[in-house]
């Protein structure tokens, strides 16, 4: 029983395979003698072959010299193919989808010699509205191909010739054109010439050859190039940025991967790559993409490349030469294109020659760059400015070397991330032109804070600090500065950085100014010390040039200082500016100064010194300032004066406490001075000074002595211009003065013995009858024990100085004891009775002259006479001898 079933579902079955074979054999000899028709009248081709075998079943078809054309080459809503294939072979056709619903479905495509023309459809179908991908092949097998694809448009798409092309699992279609990837595969192997790609309607991508081997591709004169104008580009794509034109000798990488709008592949390696960038004046708007494109490169390397990028005017921003570029992890997309630096990397390493950059103030170039996420080494850079507009600071400057070790470098959020450990600058030659109305504005955006450098060291350089007014030139320049840092806070300073201990040192320095030459040597400044040698603050005119060149009585110094040394803390660039010094020292200081009473006066008011330190809007403090072994000059004179009358201050010592602004907490704000010399060269002098600088009656005292002076000390003072020589001894003059912004009191005591005065003639004889007019009314000897005289309601002028209402109480003081206490009566009659002596002498000038001349006329007629009788002598000798 069981054998009878088994045969029947045997001759079932064989029934059935027979069915099979002859419905599969009728269906092949149909399609043999009638699938062409069927197409012609059923599809929108018309397909010619010489042999065609199909297995309806599998979907297998193998036809040989096919040709194909569009029946209606005007309808978009089909893909357009013309052209022929030697032979074509198909695997597992999705033939009823192809034949009624116009999808390509296959999973192995085989072309032998195809010269194809392809115009894709487009990517919605007009009737049905929907999207449509016409073409799916698993396998994709191209041999000895000529192909050229087009959009829907009718813009050239694709083309290649010779091609040699197997690829896998591959997909395309003009709704992945707009995607920019119309092709996606998994696996290739591909050989072919004259490569053409337009991924949009901006760039056209050529090559010369591509080829691979191993699964490595090759491409040969690589070249993506702008099908539109840059002018045009600006016109049509207002929020695009950057134009972008690139070519390679040559391009070599593996492990290639397509996918949905993304590139990916490995061991990137471009011979000889140009690169140029043409840049808009327009901002990249975030929510369009400006570059659709994903671009993942394992490693990168560019040997020998270029690179330029354009500003909108056409001059260049940037341009390098001999490039070597290693990039690992490359990443290019729609998000890293709007950065300043349009892609990103795990790691880098770039090396080149002949770099030059252009900002908006600066020119830089660079003779070589080598640069890594860990270290830079710049060679020979330049610095000139861009124009001659000084609104921002500039640098024209040349620097032999810049070695910077880095801890961190990247960007965050289209910002810079920089933390650099240390700098080094070596040789910098030239000047810093600093702006004379700086903006505002700062350019900091691009930075992500905090902005960190460890140390900044500067080494035998020559830089000058130019304002357009007052040089300052340093020589043999060294510096370091530590701990530096730019965030938030500081960037809305005038200087944007903060910083810790930092040292200064100069063998030489010049500042100049309208009137002067400051210069030092070996100077060291640092945020605790200051040290300087031979400073010198010298005249740069003439004392007459000077007097001509001033509108107002000015003072005219010419200093100079052996030693400068300095101790505490200050800060002079942050917001918070601020002097709190222990110790100022100034050894060997001489100092000349010069006032001319020949320009008009100065009739603007002068502070005193307390209010002076008040008004300074430093807070400021030095503990204690010393000046030693110094001299002081001070000379003046008039219009009348014969030269300048001179005081001198030799062995000059100077001892100043708790000098202040009044604006530290917790200092002491009661200035005490000390001062000890030899008055003119030859007595000596002891001062005490002190005020208090918040007493906002500018209240003080002062008081000292000088002893032992020779009268005649003072003479070269005095003579020049008061036509008065003193003669005799002051053997002490004590003073002990009072006062405020209004003026002063205390008491002067005046001890001298033989004191004569001499008034001189102006050729500098002395006048003996007016000096004994004089002399009736000066007391020359003071006695063993003077008393001190009361100096009382001395005003002060308060367009002068303070040396003026002191002299003023010396004054009065010395009046009162050389002339007694009705002093300014007895001045008064000494100044008529001098006067009146003067007037005398004018009287009798006439008298002389009158007996001059009659003494003058005897005289000549005595020579006539005897002239006469000489005459008369000689001439009786003549006869005589005749």
Same mark, same amino acid.
């Not at 036809?63 to 194909?68: D, G, L, Q, R, Y």
């Given at each position: 029983?069981?054998?009878?079933?088994?045969?029947?579902? !045997?001759? /079932?079955?064989?029934?059935?395979?027979?069915?099979?074979? /002859?419905?599969?054999?009728?269906?092949?000899?149909?399609?043999?003698?009638?699938?062409?028709?069927?197409?012609?009248?059923?599809?929108?081709?018309?397909?010619?072959?010489?042999?065609?075998?199909?297995?309806?079943?599998?979907?297998?078809?193998?036809?040989?010299?096919?040709?194909?054309?569009?029946?209606?080459?005007?309808?978009?809503?089909?893909?357009?193919?013309?052209?022929?294939?030697?032979?074509?072979?198909?695997?597992?056709?999705?033939?009823?989808?192809?034949?009624?619903?116009?999808?390509?479905?296959?999973?192995?495509?085989?072309?032998?010699?195809?010269?194809?023309?392809?115009?894709?459809?487009?990517?919605?179908?007009?009737?049905?509205?929907?999207?449509?991908?016409?073409?799916?092949?698993?396998?994709?097998?191209?041999?000895?191909?000529?192909?050229?694809?087009?959009?829907? @448009?009718?813009?050239?798409?694709?083309?290649?010739?010779?091609?040699?092309?197997?690829?896998?699992?591959?997909?395309?279609?003009?709704?992945?054109?707009?995607?920019?990837?119309?092709?996606?595969?998994?696996?290739?192997?591909?050989?072919?010439?004259?490569?053409?790609?337009?991924?949009?309607?901006?760039?056209?991508?050529?090559?010369?050859?591509?080829?691979?081997?191993?699964?490595?591709?090759?491409?040969?004169?690589?070249?993506?190039?702008?099908?539109?104008?840059?002018?045009?580009?600006?016109?049509?794509?207002?929020? *695009?940025?950057?134009?972008?034109?690139?070519?390679?000798?040559?391009?070599?990488?593996?492990?290639?991967?397509?996918? %949905?709008?993304?590139?990916?592949?490995?061991?990137?390696? =471009?011979?000889?790559?140009? +690169?140029?960038?043409?840049?808009?004046?327009?901002?990249?708007?975030?929510?369009?993409?400006?570059?659709?494109?994903?671009?993942?490169?394992? $490693?990168?390397?560019?040997? &020998?490349?270029?690179? @330029?990028?354009?500003?909108?005017?056409?001059?260049?921003?940037?341009?390098?030469?001999?490039? #070597?570029?290693?990039?690992?992890?490359? +990443?290019?997309?729609?998000?890293?294109?709007?950065?300043?630096?349009?892609?990103?990397?795990?790691?880098?390493?770039?090396?080149?020659?002949? /770099?030059?950059?252009?900002?908006?103030?600066?020119?830089?170039?660079?003779?070589?760059?080598?640069?890594?996420?860990?270290?830079?080494?710049?060679?020979?850079?330049?610095?000139?400015?861009?124009?001659?507009?000084?609104?921002?600071?500039?640098?024209?400057?040349?620097?032999?070397?810049?070695?910077?070790?880095?801890?961190?470098?990247?960007?965050?959020?289209?910002?810079?991330?920089?933390?650099?450990?240390?700098?080094?600058?070596?040789?910098?030659?030239?000047?810093?032109?600093?702006?004379?109305?700086?903006?505002?504005?700062?350019?900091?955006?691009?930075?992500?804070?905090?902005?960190?450098?460890?140390?900044?060291?500067?080494?035998?350089?020559?830089?000058?600090?130019?304002?357009?007014?007052?040089?300052?030139?340093?020589?043999?320049? #060294?510096?370091?500065?530590?701990?530096? %840092?730019?965030?938030?806070?500081?960037?809305?300073?005038?200087?944007?950085?903060?910083?810790?201990?930092?040292?200064?040192?100069?063998?030489?320095?010049?500042?100049?100014?309208?009137?002067?030459?400051?210069?030092?040597?070996?100077?060291?400044?640092?945020?605790?010390?200051?040290?300087?040698?031979?400073?010198?603050?010298?005249?740069?005119?003439?004392?007459? *040039?000077?007097?001509?060149?001033?509108?107002?009585?000015?003072?005219?110094?010419?200093?100079?200082?052996?030693?400068?040394?300095?101790?505490?803390?200050?800060?002079?660039?942050?917001?918070?500016?601020?002097?709190?010094?222990?110790?100022?020292? +100034?050894?060997?200081?001489?100092?000349?100064?010069?006032?001319?009473?020949?320009?008009? $006066?100065?009739?603007?008011?002068?502070?005193?010194?307390?209010?002076?330190?008040?008004?300074?809007?430093?807070?400021?403090?030095?503990?204690?300032?010393?000046?030693?072994?110094?001299?002081?000059?001070?000379?003046? $004179?008039?219009?009348?004066?014969?030269?300048?009358?001179?005081?001198?201050?030799? &062995?000059?010592?100077?001892?100043?406490?708790? /000098?202040?602004?009044?604006?530290?907490?917790?200092?002491?704000?009661?200035?005490?001075?000390?001062?000890?010399?030899?008055?003119?060269?030859?007595?000596?002098?002891?001062?005490?000074?002190?005020?208090?600088?918040?007493?906002?009656?500018?209240? =003080?005292?002062?008081?000292?002595?000088?002893?032992?002076?020779?009268?005649?000390?003072?003479?070269?003072?005095?003579?020049?211009?008061?036509?008065?020589?003193?003669?005799?001894?002051?053997?002490?003059?004590?003073?002990?003065?009072?006062? #405020?912004? #209004?003026?002063?009191?205390?008491?002067?005591?005046?001890?001298?013995?033989?004191?004569?005065?001499?008034?001189?003639?102006?050729?500098?004889?002395?006048?003996?009858? +007016? !000096?004994?007019?004089?002399?009736?009314?000066?007391?020359?000897?003071?006695?063993?024990?003077?008393?001190?005289?009361?100096?009382?309601?001395?005003?002060?002028?308060?367009?002068? !100085?303070?040396?003026?209402?002191?002299?003023?109480?010396?004054?009065?003081?010395?009046?009162?004891?050389?002339?007694?206490?009705?002093?300014?009566?007895?001045?008064?009659?000494?100044?008529?009775?001098?006067?009146?002596?003067?007037?005398?002498?004018?009287?009798?000038? $006439?008298?002389?002259?009158?007996?001059?001349?009659?003494?003058?006329?005897?005289?000549?007629?005595?020579?006539?006479?005897?002239?006469?009788?000489?005459?008369?002598?000689?001439?009786?000798?003549?006869?005589?001898?005749?």
């Amino acid at each position: 029983m069981k054998k009878k079933y088994f045969r029947l579902a !045997s001759i /079932i079955l064989a029934v059935i395979v027979l069915i099979t074979l /002859i419905i599969n054999f009728g269906a092949n000899f149909w399609l043999r003698n009638n699938l062409g028709g069927y197409i012609k009248k059923k599809s929108d081709y018309q397909i010619a072959y010489k042999s065609l075998n199909v297995d309806l079943f599998s979907g297998d078809i193998l036809a040989t010299e096919v040709e194909i054309e569009n029946k209606k080459s005007a309808d978009l809503n089909v893909i357009g193919i013309k052209g022929k294939v030697d032979t074509l072979s198909i695997s597992r056709l999705g033939i009823y989808s192809a034949l009624f619903k116009k999808v390509i479905s296959s999973d192995n495509l085989l072309l032998v010699n195809p010269d194809l023309q392809i115009r894709l459809a487009k990517p919605v179908d007009d009737k049905t509205g929907k999207k449509r991908n016409p073409v799916s092949i698993e396998n994709l097998n191209i041999q000895n191909g000529n192909i050229a694809v087009t959009r829907h @448009s009718g813009q050239k798409f694709i083309s290649v010739k010779d091609l040699a092309l197997n690829v896998e699992n591959i997909q395309m279609s003009e709704e992945s054109v707009e995607r920019m990837l119309p092709l996606i595969f998994d696996r290739y192997d591909i050989r072919g010439k004259e490569f053409f790609f337009s991924p949009t309607e901006v760039y056209a991508i050529t090559a010369e050859t591509i080829t691979t081997e191993n699964a490595k591709m090759s491409v040969r004169n690589f070249a993506v190039t702008p099908l539109i104008s840059f002018p045009n580009f600006a016109r049509t794509h207002p929020n *695009q940025k950057n134009l972008y034109r690139f070519k390679a000798a040559e391009m070599t990488f593996k492990d290639i991967a397509l996918s %949905e709008e993304k590139i990916a592949l490995s061991n990137a390696n =471009f011979d000889s790559p140009d +690169l140029q960038i043409f840049t808009t004046n327009s901002k990249a708007v975030a929510k369009k993409k400006n570059f659709n494109l994903t671009v993942n490169m394992e $490693d990168v390397q560019f040997k &020998n490349a270029k690179i @330029s990028v354009l500003q909108p005017n056409g001059t260049p921003k940037l341009s390098a030469g001999n490039l #070597n570029v290693n990039i690992n992890k490359f +990443l290019m997309n729609s998000e890293t294109s709007k950065s300043t630096l349009p892609f990103e990397y795990a790691d880098f390493s770039v090396a080149g020659r002949q /770099i030059s950059f252009v900002s908006e103030n600066q020119n830089i170039t660079l003779a070589a760059l080598a640069l890594n996420p860990k270290s830079a080494d710049v060679r020979n850079i330049r610095l000139s400015p861009v124009s001659a507009n000084r609104s921002k600071t500039v640098m024209d400057l040349d620097a032999e070397r810049i070695q910077v070790k880095i801890n961190e470098l990247k960007f965050i959020e289209q910002k810079l991330k920089l933390d650099v450990g240390n700098v080094l600058v070596n040789s910098v030659k030239g000047k810093i032109l600093t702006a004379k109305n700086q903006d505002k504005k700062n350019g900091y955006s691009g930075i992500q804070f905090p902005l960190k450098i460890g140390n900044v060291a500067l080494r035998n350089s020559n830089i000058i600090i130019d304002d357009g007014k007052s040089p300052v030139d340093f020589r043999s320049l #060294n510096a370091n500065i530590r701990n530096i %840092e730019m965030n938030s806070s500081t960037v809305k300073n005038r200087f944007p950085f903060k910083f810790g201990a930092y040292d200064v040192t100069t063998q030489h320095f010049v500042y100049n100014t309208e009137f002067y030459n400051i210069k030092g040597d070996r100077f060291k400044f640092t945020n605790k010390s200051v040290q300087m040698s031979n400073f010198a603050a010298t005249p740069k005119l003439s004392r007459a *040039q000077f007097i001509r060149r001033i509108p107002a009585e000015k003072d005219l110094y010419d200093i100079k200082v052996k030693q400068v040394s300095a101790s505490g803390t200050w800060d002079f660039l942050s917001e918070n500016k601020f002097m709190d010094a222990s110790q100022i020292t +100034l050894n060997g200081v001489n100092a000349n100064i010069f006032r001319s009473k020949i320009p008009k $006066d100065d009739l603007t008011e002068k502070l005193l010194y307390s209010s002076l330190l008040r008004n300074m809007k430093l807070p400021m403090y030095v503990q204690n300032l010393e000046v030693k072994n110094s001299v002081l000059e001070y000379e003046e $004179d008039t219009k009348k004066s014969d030269g300048p009358g001179k005081l001198t201050f030799g &062995n000059f010592n100077m001892n100043v406490k708790n /000098i202040n602004s009044g604006k530290m907490k917790g200092k002491p704000t009661q200035v005490l001075i000390t001062i000890n010399c030899r008055f003119m060269n030859a007595s000596p002098m002891n001062v005490k000074w002190n005020f208090d600088v918040l007493n906002k009656t500018d209240a =003080f005292s002062i008081a000292g002595n000088v002893a032992d002076l020779p009268a005649s000390r003072v003479n070269p003072f005095i003579e020049p211009y008061l036509k008065v020589r003193a003669t005799g001894l002051i053997s002490d003059l004590i003073f002990n003065f009072k006062g #405020n912004y #209004n003026g002063l009191d205390g008491t002067l005591n005046l001890k001298h013995h033989d004191l004569k005065v001499a008034l001189l003639k102006e050729d500098g004889e002395k006048n003996k009858l +007016l !000096s004994a007019v004089a002399n009736i009314f000066v007391r020359s000897d003071s006695g063993k024990y003077p008393e001190s005289v009361q100096v009382e309601n001395v005003v002060r002028d308060q367009t002068k !100085s303070f040396f003026n209402m002191f002299w003023k109480g010396i004054e009065q003081g010395l009046k009162k004891t050389l002339l007694g206490n009705n002093a300014e009566k007895t001045e008064q009659a000494m100044k008529n009775t001098v006067q009146n002596t003067k007037n005398a002498l004018e009287e009798n000038k $006439d008298d002389l002259k009158k007996s001059k001349e009659a003494v003058s006329e005897k005289v000549q007629d005595t020579k006539e006479k005897v002239s006469g009788k000489t005459k008369g002598l000689k001439n009786l000798f003549r006869k005589k001898s005749d």
